[in-house]
């Protein structure tokens, strides 16, 4: 396509730079011997680099090893003539900005002639928000089959479970021998442990709408060091709780951030098999408050750090390997809440979760 506008005044030719320059679009205009002559702002944004240092540049400066020869091949194939035309439909293409990260984008190109030369234009957009939106959506509806499936697993099982929970209550009342005594104890612990499995599967997987409020922390973590003291106690565990200011009022679903402290509790008891200490802290850090769940136990071996928020893993004898799944969902729904960990084998293990103050308590 031949473009020589003479029609065009000054000021409408700036309104077009301007446009182009300003669009969300990234694009980037080269000549037949590879040189960069227009990089706008979106390119900027997307490469990484400033207009300044590309200007003039060979297009190298951008592409990666792997596209640089094919380029530049495709171009001399279209200026010999042996390509009719550039694909002007969009490609779906990674592009590596100059942090090194990867990006998905989608290309398109255009070929201009001007004054016997080419001049080649890609327009490139940034698609990295729309995979991710799509990954969540196909990730949505995965888990919305699978807790329909859950759902009907749960009820399947349930029904005959209580079943055999209650004869078995009602078994042991009329037996009198010791023997038969503890295995009917032993059948009614193991009815109780697939109770609470149903029931963490359920939690995990058919996850009730969030309850807001805002709520002080601290109070919440106080009750639940008054409930631990007395099982820590019986398990030799010593427990403490700190806080650095008196309140700590925080947005969110107060049981469900309940459980998750329940949840990290429980889980720093289980570590300590022979006595130990567990602390609790509360520490504000700017507009945000970390809560500290820490154990002095074993750690987690370095193999296993990648698994420990995956559903079903455990390392315990009789977990269910749920809890800590449970946690970081609850954690996920919660809009800039975060959960980590530290663990080392001579320091044992700290769990940290990272909550926004509410607004007032911040300000």
Do not use: W
Not at 140 to 146: D, F, H, K, P
Not at 288 to 295: G, I, K, M, T
């Amino acid at each position: 396509m031949e473009t020589n506008h003479p029609g065009y005044k000054a000021n409408e030719l700036d309104i077009l730079r301007l446009a182009v320059e300003n669009t969300t679009e990234a694009f980037v205009t080269i000549d037949e011997t590879h040189r960069i002559l227009f990089f706008n702002k979106a390119a900027e944004d997307l490469f990484g680099f400033k207009k300044k240092e590309v200007i003039g540049r060979d297009l190298d400066i951008l592409l990666g090893k792997t596209c640089r020869e094919g380029h530049r091949q495709a171009i001399e194939r279209y200026l010999n003539g042996e390509k009719k035309q550039l694909p002007h439909h969009e490609k779906e293409f990674m592009i590596t900005n100059r942090g090194g990260e990867a990006i998905p984008v989608t290309f398109s190109f255009s070929v201009a002639k001007f004054n016997g030369r080419h001049y080649f234009t890609a327009i490139i957009r940034d698609m990295s928000d729309i995979k991710i939106c799509h990954d969540r959506l196909l990730k949505s509806e995965r888990l919305a089959a699978l807790g329909q499936l859950v759902a009907e697993i749960v009820h399947e099982i349930r029904n005959p479970l209580v079943l055999i929970g209650g004869f078995t209550r009602q078994l042991k009342r009329t037996i009198s021998d010791d023997k038969s005594s503890k295995k009917i104890d032993i059948i009614l612990k193991e009815v109780q442990r697939l109770e609470n499995l149903l029931a963490e599967l359920k939690e995990l997987y058919l996850p009730k709408d969030l309850n807001i409020s805002v709520f002080d922390v601290n109070e919440l973590l106080r009750e639940l060091y008054v409930l631990a003291k007395a099982d820590c106690k019986n398990r030799n565990i010593k427990i403490q709780f700190e806080s650095d200011s008196d309140e700590a009022f925080i947005e969110g679903d107060r049981e469900k951030i309940k459980q998750v402290f329940l949840n990290l509790i429980k889980n720093a008891v289980e570590a300590l098999e022979n006595g130990g200490m567990l602390r609790i802290e509360s520490k504000r850090n700017g507009a945000f408050v970390e809560v500290l769940v820490s154990d002095d136990g074993p750690g987690i071996p370095e193999e296993h750090l990648g698994k420990v928020f995956s559903p079903f893993f455990t390392t315990k004898k009789y977990g269910t390997g749920l809890g800590l799944s449970i946690s970081k969902r609850i954690i996920d729904q919660h809009k800039g809440y975060s959960i980590s960990l530290d663990t080392n084998k001579r320091r044992g293990t700290t769990f940290k979760v990272t909550i926004p103050l509410a607004k007032k308590a911040s300000a």
